[in-house]
């Protein structure tokens, strides 16, 4: 066998490498069974059965959904103008507008659904091995979202937004942007000041007619002038009309209402009141009408849910991801008797909670998907 070696020396260290070769391949070899007689197992408990939260914990949230309403509504401040009375007689115009006053009117009306964390629905993930169970996908405030996905799906955050700009107040208003021309100013009556302004009103649209129908000599050089004056002249007889018809402002503001629709809720709740005076007011606020939410659940079968016990052995099987099937229902939104919208979502809270089988996250090649909304199972696939 050794041959091939005429030195000891020689025989001996190809020995010692022939040795120390075998000993790292059985070390190898070791290693690998060993890494293969981990089992893979997951277990899915609540959260209330977890001893350390700071130690091997992987927790997550099925979701409650909240219904928000989002309420569009349009402000309307009406000035009179100082001319009011002067504007049939001098410029044979009756619509105006006779009172200072602020009107609100309801535009639109949205039903939305959103997710946010059930305290009463979280719970933790225990592994060992290889599988796809730590690579949980959660939303900012911990819902499950998915598993072993490449990124969590766009989702409507569950946080409110307060902020809103101010609207002007009838005060605001005012006629203040007019020119007022200097034959007006030293005119000692409010009729005489009326008629120089409605004298004015006629010359701009005998101008204007004059520019449109090429009455002049010496018209706009080109396109863009032309536009410009034709639009300036519009701008001067609007806001000298205005001194007579007064002005119309409209302004739009948008609020969110949030309505926990919990199972033992009562329908036809109060979301707020209205006034065409002050626009939205307190649910208590009696000078508005009310605007109602009222939540219709359909009825839906559940599945048989029994504890995970194996009766003959008398141990507890392995629970997999808990998810939710959610119940369908309709929403309405209803002024006094006028039905503003309605919309069919999904309810989490109306629904069962279910648990898939812990084979499932104990594979390290599928992604799970679920609404984070109503935590309802979306897919199961493989990379």
Known sequence: MFSNYSDPI?????????????????????SCASEQTIPSKVNVKEVNTLTNATANALVYSLPTTVIRVEVDVEKTISKVGPFYRYSQKMLNVTDVVTEDKEEWQIKKVRIKTVGKPDSDKRFNVAFSGQSVAPFLNLTDDGILAGVNLKQVPPYESSLMDYSSAELPQLKDVNFNNVSMLEKQLVKTSTAAMAEEAANFIYKVRKRRFKILASDYENLPPDGLSYEVSVRELNQLETDFMELFIG???????????????????????VLFRFSTLKGIVDKMDLSGTPVYVEVEVDNQKTLPDQPNIDHKNKVEIRNGLYYCRPAKARVKIIDRNILLNQKEVYLAQYGQVLSMPSEVLERDDVRIELNPVTGALKSISKE
Do not use: C, D, H, R
């Not at 260290?13 to 070390?27: D, E, N, P, Q, W």
């Not at 002005?247 to 709740?269: C, D, G, I, R």
């Open 247 to 269: 002005k119309k402002q409209s302004y739009q503001t948008t609020q969110v209402f949030e309505v926990m629709a919990e199972p033992l809720a009562v329908n036809n709740t």
């Open 10 to 30: 020689e025989k001996v260290t190809y020995k010692m490498k022939k040795a120390i070769l075998s000993l790292l391949t059985g070390v190898i070899l070791l």
